[in-house]
């Protein structure tokens, strides 16, 4: 005897929209994520650099 073939189920359209929604908004929260850490490397940059010029200007008034 043959062995009938399982229909495949048709995702629904509200199904769909759900997981297209949810990829959104995976991705919109690694956008997001992405950004705030860019923001942080930046912010440390910037105080790593002042903390330079400090160190410069105090050396100078040794001298």
């Not at 062995?3 to 769909?16: A, F, L, P």
């Not at 950004?35 to 008034?61: D, F, N």
Request: aromatic letters at 0%; proline letters at 0%; glycine letters at 4%.
């Amino acid at each position: 005897m043959k062995k009938k073939k399982k229909k495949k189920k048709k995702e629904g359209r509200r199904k769909k929209k759900k997981k297209k929604e949810e990829d959104r908004r995976r991705k919109e929260e690694g956008r997001r994520q992405k950004k705030k850490e860019e923001e942080r490397r930046k912010k440390k940059k910037k105080e790593k650099k002042k903390k330079e010029e400090r160190r410069k200007k105090k050396k100078k008034k040794k001298k």
